[in-house]
């Protein structure tokens, strides 16, 4: 299996940055997408940005040029950084990995981190 830990979400002024890690271990050798989803309370979980195993990305049309998505095999982690944040970013934000192929594919959840950015 594979398991997911965030890092890097605080509280920030409109306009600041913050960088968020998602450290991976287990069958790392088998991650093909990683994603980030963020989700506010009473609402649905949303993907953010998405990156593949080689190095395509994705971004939703709220934060294109703002976020940028990234990962370092050699080091398990994938990163999020947010620029020029604003407060409708504020929410919980999960890294998502799948892993294997074919029928074994898998995908693991983070515990989140929290993005709160105040006006």
């Known amino acids: 299996q594979v398991q997911l830990v965030e890092s890097g979400g605080g509280l920030v002024q409109a306009g600041g940055s913050l960088r968020l890690s998602c450290v991976s271990s287990?069958?790392?050798?088998?991650?093909?997408?990683i994603g980030w989803y963020r989700q506010a309370p009473g609402e649905q979980r949303e993907l953010v940005a998405s990156?593949?195993?080689?190095?395509?990305?994705n971004y939703a049309d709220s934060v294109k040029g703002r976020f940028t998505i990234s990962r370092d095999n050699a080091k398990n982690t994938a990163y999020l950084q947010m620029n020029n944040l604003k407060p409708e970013d504020t929410a919980a934000y999960y890294c998502?990995?799948?892993?294997?192929?074919?029928?074994?594919?898998?995908?693991?959840w983070g515990q989140g981190t929290q993005v709160t950015v105040s006006s």
């Open positions: 990156i593949s195993v080689g190095r395509s990305t």
């Open positions: 998502n990995a799948k892993y294997g192929s074919g029928r074994g594919a898998l995908d693991s």
């Open positions: 287990g069958r790392t050798f088998s991650i093909s997408d």
